[in-house]
Each structure stands twice: as C-alpha cells, then as structure tokens.
C-alpha cells in the first residue's frame, strides 16, 4: 500500500510538471488571450509567493520584468515556479536534485547548460537561448552560465518545490550566503 501512495504521489508531481509544460508552450504558440488591464496585477509588484492559491499571470512579462537573481513567485504542495535574472557571466551554481526533475524556460538571453550523471563527467552542453526549455532529470549535476552580454532571464518549475515558499535573493551573493548557512 506505501509503494502505491508513494507511486501516486510521484505520478501526480510530474503530471503536474508537464501540465505545466503543456501551458508554457501553448502560450508561446497562441498569444494570450484579451484582457481588460485594469484587471492585469502589475507584475513589477510580484514580490510575494501566490502560492496555494490560484492565480493566472503574464509569465513571460513577469519574468523579463523580473530583476532579483531568484523568487519564488508560486509555491504549492507539489509544484513551485520560480523567476530568475543572472547578469552576464553569473551562474546557478552546480547541483543535483535526487527527488524530482526540473523545468526550466529561457524567455531572454543566452545560456550554456552542461548536465551529467556525475559531477565531474558534463558531457551534456548546449546552448539556450529565448523561448527555448531546458529539462533536468532527475539525479543529473546540471549547472547554468548566462553566456550573453545582457541578463539572463528565465523561470524554473521544481515539482515538488525546491525552495523556501516565497524565498527572495535579489543577488547571485545573497543566494549564495544563504546557500551556504543552509548547508547540510
């Protein structure tokens, strides 16, 4: 009966994901539909995770207006989106997620992603560039460099969610201090 629940659980996490996934593309491919801006949440005021609750938002918008290195602007049970802006040259440090995969949308800019199944063995080395995914399987070292001359901005899917709820670094500094005082 646990390896069932367990095996729900994993099941409904990456239907999530690709649900997700699903509506990130159809948006690239349809626009957005009409809406009267007045009702249109500013997105420069997301500075507070929605998370739990439901919420429709301009991702793309929200993402290039977005200008910390990382927040999590939806964080819920299974699922947690986060938006990201590296300067040119900064990095997501190398790293792996042993529990889930992960998703991430270039929406500006130029990065160069290397994965593997070890950390010193990266054979995976592509560059993304606007409009392009990235995906993370699970128990692969990945590490992400914005190699452009103009910030790197994207938006991550971690299911189940990586971070604090509602976390804010609004420097590659700031994430890497706190990285460093939550350290195992």
Same mark, same amino acid.
Not at 42 to 55: A, F, Q, S
Not at 104 to 110: L, Y
């Given at each position: 009966?646990?390896?069932?629940?367990?095996? /729900?659980? !994993?099941?409904?996490?990456?239907?999530?994901?690709?649900?997700?996934?699903?509506?990130?593309?159809?948006? =690239?491919?349809?626009?957005?539909?009409? +809406?009267?801006?007045?009702?249109?949440?500013?997105?420069?005021?997301?500075?507070?995770? !929605? =998370? !739990? *609750? @439901? &919420? %429709?938002?301009? #991702?793309?918008? %929200? /993402?290039?207006?977005?200008?910390?290195?990382?927040? %999590?602007? &939806?964080?819920?049970?299974?699922?947690?989106?986060?938006?990201?802006?590296?300067? @040119?040259?900064? #990095?997501?440090?190398?790293?792996?997620?042993?529990?889930?995969?992960?998703?991430?949308?270039? *929406?500006? =800019?130029? %990065?160069?992603?290397?994965?593997?199944?070890?950390?010193?063995?990266?054979?995976?080395? !592509? #560059?993304?560039?606007?409009?392009?995914?990235?995906? #993370?399987?699970?128990?692969? &070292? $990945?590490?992400? *460099?914005?190699?452009?001359? +103009?910030?790197?901005?994207?938006?991550?899917?971690?299911?189940?969610?990586? $971070?604090?709820? =509602?976390?804010?670094?609004? +420097?590659?500094?700031?994430?890497?201090?706190?990285? $460093?005082?939550?350290?195992?």
């Amino acid at each position: 009966m646990k390896k069932l629940i367990i095996t /729900t659980n !994993k099941t409904m996490m990456l239907l999530s994901a690709l649900c997700l996934l699903t509506i990130s593309l159809l948006i =690239g491919c349809q626009g957005q539909p009409e +809406t009267n801006e007045n009702e249109k949440e500013p997105v420069k005021e997301i500075m507070e995770d !929605k =998370g !739990k *609750e @439901p &919420w %429709a938002f301009d #991702i793309e918008e %929200a /993402t290039i207006d977005n200008d910390n290195y990382r927040i %999590a602007v &939806w964080s819920g049970e299974y699922m947690q989106v986060v938006l990201m802006s590296l300067k @040119p040259g900064e #990095i997501i440090d190398l790293e792996v997620h042993h529990d889930h995969d992960q998703f991430i949308r270039v *929406e500006q =800019g130029e %990065a160069r992603i290397l994965m593997g199944k070890t950390e010193d063995d990266l054979p995976f080395d !592509k #560059i993304a560039k606007d409009d392009w995914a990235v995906l #993370i399987p699970a128990g692969y &070292w $990945h590490k992400l *460099e914005n190699t452009g001359d +103009t910030g790197l901005k994207l938006y991550t899917i971690y299911a189940p969610p990586e $971070h604090a709820a =509602g976390i804010l670094h609004e +420097t590659y500094e700031e994430a890497e201090e706190y990285h $460093h005082h939550h350290e195992h």
